[in-house]
């Protein structure tokens, strides 16, 4: 039973992982990266999330590493506060109080303060301060005590880096590079030359980074080159040296641990090692799929961590191989399509890189797939006007998939296409099956299949602004041997030349409703003829749905001038119509219950109710602070327990919203930290113990020892097995170290004599005298009974002609009766 005061709204997904730097533990067996209001803990070498830290009531700015306790972890945020973490338990273990927005965070071994970025007085005024962190025993302490370091500076962490073990900052902002050193208490500024000059047009500061031995600083700028500075403690005597690959501007520079390397990368999507800093000594890593935003080094040197625009995370080994990929939600400019949930998966469904779909998961956080649609090169060219991946729907339970794709340059040119995707079982994907060029003479405003449980041939219906619905039906091809299918339009229909808006099937596929902008067309899906029809002159119908269940006999639309509408479709009236301004209008698939949410002047506002009442059935204001695009039921694997009716709604669907920033918020009783998945929580804490194939083995057999209990009755007469592990011969092949081992064949005798039963334990003839005794008088009835029935076997087989039965002994059921209570079950984990 969950209690009503728990429910609330909680971001699920969709932020943004590479806002920020990733962090490297001090082991590199994990990854740290900001995830909106949370700080995600994943491993580097199974890609799971391990941690969520929660704790920040605002978007999370900036990560780094305790100095002095490489086992904990410094955050800062928008909410004006600085946390110390222990990510390896999850433990929030301080809070200090700045009081002002902190918008990225850096610290130093020498230091018993970090440093922050602020802006009180302009907004686009910033500061680099150091904040003293005080000692106390309280969780919560107040550090108020700031000390100015730099002004003027970019409230971009790239573009701020300490130096040669902290004795030095510079900040680069527009033209200008500001360098600070902390034991002079001096700063040097220097100056590249303006954008009025054509030849210097693009000198613009990037990103700065830090020689971490040396006295040498990289910066990056707007027009590809890398600038490293030497001399830079004398105005007068400094030096720089450029490097020049990047075609574009470049987004990020880390040097390497040593300092022997620096990296850099860009929009080019190819991380660039340039060794010992020079223009000969170039290592490339291209394709890494999308612009690259940030760029981390781990404190072993071991790995790399790459961020990119597709919120991703590429791990890279030393040696120039990528061993990992952490794959957010990809933001993409528009979502188009929507979200939709793949019936097999369960997956979140929509728009992702261009000209792709996305297949999301929402219990893990993370990416399973894409489906690239377009199926052409994507060419990154601002001017250029891209193909969009424009609708999609599922049919047929997942056995198909429909998308439409248009690119419009002139107001006469539009080139529009769709396709029809079959789901194979032998590739577990989808494979093309029917593409169909210009489908429609105008854009196509909305699609959905007949999805009816007792729809023989597979139905699609589309809808465009040229006036007409178009009915799709899979038909036999032109193929000899009749074995290819494909699709073909069936029949086209109109409304008096208005534009058609929506098309949705009703629950049975019986009905077809079609919007013509302010009316509602009834059809007869069998016959294709026009039953009846709906107009309130309210605006055009933005959305349309059939009830579901009990309440399909009702027809709901939201219009433009904010009128939701319900109809009776048996008495063919307006059964109530309310005033809202709709954004989302999402039925739940597995209840009557419909989810609809409006848009205020103060944000978004949720609505629960059924057809069959006005009255709703659960009202919450202000979900979101911003406007609401999309929203989707997703059935729940396991029912909730709801018993309040306001609440009873999410008992078999959760529902989903994205909002205009694109994050993904549900309605839950759960933290981020709760959904995390056992094996997750499992790879955290055994982490450090040997994990080879033969352990695991051991381990499931133990555990499953741990869990099956069986009766009491059938535990009293099988013979327990002893555990694995007080095993003297099984625990030294496991924790002894592999290169002191003596060899498998003097091993395998020892091992498996120890696999076998023991004298300790309990056999079949330890048994008391008494009971066996009493076995004994019943066998020798048994026995009688056994001869007379042998006897009549005997007559009746000689007079059928028919082989002789052979009935067991005595002695032989009492042999095959121990065999029955010795357990076996542990062969089956082996």
Same mark, same amino acid.
């Given at each position: 039973m969950v209690e009503e005061e728990s429910l609330r709204v909680v971001r699920c997904g969709g932020s943004e992982l590479n806002f920020r730097r990733a962090v490297f533990s001090a082991d590199s067996k994990y990854v740290f990266c900001v995830s909106g209001d949370f700080i995600k803990v994943y491993s580097t070498a199974t890609e799971e999330c391990v941690h969520i830290l929660q704790g920040h009531r605002n978007l999370v700015t900036g990560i780094q590493l305790n100095p002095r306790n490489h086992l904990q972890l410094y955050s800062c945020s928008f909410d004006g506060t600085v946390k110390l973490w222990d990510y390896i338990d999850g433990i929030l273990i301080k809070t200090f109080i700045v009081g002002c927005k902190l918008h990225a965070l850096f610290a130093l071994a020498c230091e018993d303060s970090v440093f922050v970025i602020i802006n009180k007085e302009k907004p686009d005024v910033f500061q680099l301060v150091s904040v003293k962190l005080p000692k106390s025993s309280s969780q919560e302490i107040e550090a108020k005590e700031l000390s100015f370091v730099l002004d003027y500076i970019n409230q971009s962490p790239k573009c701020i880096a300490f130096g040669n073990e902290g004795e030095y900052v510079a900040a680069v902002r527009d033209f200008y590079l500001s360098v600070y050193f902390f034991k002079k208490k001096t700063t040097s500024r220097f100056t590249l030359s303006s954008s009025r000059n054509k030849k210097h047009a693009k000198n613009n500061f990037t990103c700065v980074a830090c020689h971490p031995k040396e006295d040498c600083i990289a910066t990056g700028h707007r027009d590809g080159k890398i600038r490293l500075w030497r001399n830079f403690d004398d105005e007068k005597k400094y030096t720089y040296t450029c490097l020049h690959w990047h075609h574009d501007l470049v987004m990020d520079l880390a040097f390497s641990v040593t300092g022997s390397s620096l990296l850099s990368g860009g929009r080019e999507s190819v991380l660039v090692e340039w060794r010992e800093a020079a223009e000969k000594n170039k290592e490339f890593l291209p394709r890494l799929g999308a612009t690259i935003e940030h760029i981390s080094v781990s404190p072993a040197g071991d790995l790399f961590c790459t961020s990119h625009s597709d919120n991703k995370l590429i791990i890279i080994h030393r040696n120039l191989e990528a061993s990992a990929v952490i794959q957010g939600l990809v933001k993409d400019r528009n979502i188009f399509t929507g979200l939709m949930i793949d019936p097999r998966t369960k997956a979140l469904?929509?728009?992702?890189?261009?000209?792709?779909?996305?297949?999301?998961?929402?219990?893990?956080?993370?990416?399973?797939?894409?489906?690239?649609?377009?199926?052409?090169?994507?060419?990154?060219?601002?001017?250029?006007?891209?193909?969009?991946?424009?609708?999609?729907?599922?049919?047929?339970?997942?056995?198909?998939?429909?998308?439409?794709?248009?690119?419009?340059?002139?107001?006469?040119?539009?080139?529009?296409?769709?396709?029809?995707?079959?789901?194979?079982? @032998?590739?577990?994907?989808?494979?093309?099956?029917?593409? &169909?060029?210009?489908? /429609?003479?105008?854009?196509? %405003?909305?699609? =959905? *299949?007949?999805?009816?449980?007792?729809?023989?041939?597979?139905?699609?219906?589309?809808?465009?602004?040229?006036?007409?619905?178009?009915?799709?039906?899979?038909?036999?091809?032109?193929?000899?041997? @009749?074995?290819?299918?494909?699709?073909?339009?069936?029949? &086209?229909?109109?409304? /008096?030349?208005?534009?058609? %808006?929506?098309? =949705? *099937?009703?629950?049975?596929?019986?009905?077809?409703?079609?919007?013509?902008?302010?009316?509602?067309?009834?059809?007869?899906?069998?016959?294709?003829?026009?039953?009846?029809?709906?107009?309130?002159?309210?605006?055009?119908?933005?959305?349309?749905?059939?009830?579901?269940?009990?309440?399909?006999?009702?027809?709901?639309?939201?219009?433009?001038?904010?009128?939701?509408?319900?109809?009776?479709?048996?008495?063919?009236?307006?059964?109530?119509s309310a005033k809202l301004n709709m954004r989302v209008l999402e039925p739940d698939p597995n209840s009557e219950n419909i989810a609809a949410i409006s848009q205020s002047s103060t944000g978004s506002d949720l609505f629960v109710f059924r057809p069959s009442e006005p009255r709703p059935l659960y009202i919450q204001k202000n979900i979101s602070r911003e406007e609401v695009q999309w929203g989707v039921f997703v059935p729940r694997v396991v029912p909730e327990s709801f018993t309040s009716e306001a609440y009873q709604w999410l008992n078999r669907s959760q529902f989903y919203f994205l909002t205009k920033s694109q994050s993904l918020l549900t309605f839950s009783t759960q933290s981020p930290e709760e959904k995390l998945t056992p094996t997750s929580k499992q790879l955290l804490a055994e982490e450090t113990l040997p994990t080879t194939p033969f352990y695991f083995i051991l381990g499931k057999h133990r555990q499953q020892q741990q869990d099956d209990k069986l009766n009491e009755a059938l535990e009293d007469e099988l013979v327990q097995l002893p555990l694995t592990e007080n095993i003297p011969a099984i625990s030294e092949l496991l924790h002894t170290p592999a290169h002191v081992l003596p060899s498998a064949s003097f091993l395998c005798s020892m091992f498996v004599n120890s696999l076998l039963l023991s004298k300790e334990t309990k056999s079949a003839e330890e048994i008391p005298d008494d009971v066996s005794m009493e076995e004994e008088k019943e066998s020798v009835d048994s026995d009688e009974e056994n001869n007379f029935t042998e006897q009549v076997q005997d007559t009746n087989n000689t007079d059928l002609g028919k082989d002789i039965i052979h009935q067991l002994s005595k002695s032989e059921e009492k042999e095959l009766r121990k065999f029955r209570k010795v357990d076996y079950s542990w062969i089956t984990a082996l």
């Open positions: 469904v929509l728009n992702g890189k261009p000209g792709h779909l996305q297949f999301y998961s929402l219990q893990s956080d993370k990416q399973l797939y894409n489906l690239d649609i377009i199926q052409q090169e994507y060419i990154n060219d601002y001017g250029l006007i891209q193909i969009e991946l424009t609708k999609a729907a599922f049919g047929c339970y997942g056995n198909w998939l429909a998308t439409v794709e248009q690119r419009q340059e002139k107001e006469t040119e539009l080139e529009l296409q769709m396709k029809l995707w079959t789901y194979n079982k @032998k590739t577990q994907g989808f494979v093309l099956n029917t593409k &169909v060029n210009m489908p /429609h003479e105008d854009h196509i %405003t909305a699609l =959905c *299949f007949c999805n009816a449980e007792k729809s023989e041939n597979p139905t699609l219906v589309t809808t465009s602004k040229d006036g007409h619905f178009k009915v799709w039906i899979l038909t036999d091809d032109s193929d000899i041997y @009749k074995k290819a299918v494909g699709w073909t339009c069936d029949f &086209v229909g109109s409304y /008096h030349k208005y534009q058609a %808006t929506n098309c =949705c *099937f009703s629950e049975d596929g019986s009905l077809l409703a079609v919007s013509f902008e302010e009316i509602v067309t009834i059809w007869d899906s069998e016959t294709w003829e026009l039953k009846c029809t709906f107009c309130q002159r309210a605006g055009k119908i933005r959305h349309l749905c059939f009830g579901r269940l009990t309440c399909s006999k009702y027809l709901l639309g939201a219009t433009e001038n904010g009128i939701l509408c319900c109809w009776n479709l048996l008495s063919c009236a307006l059964e109530w």
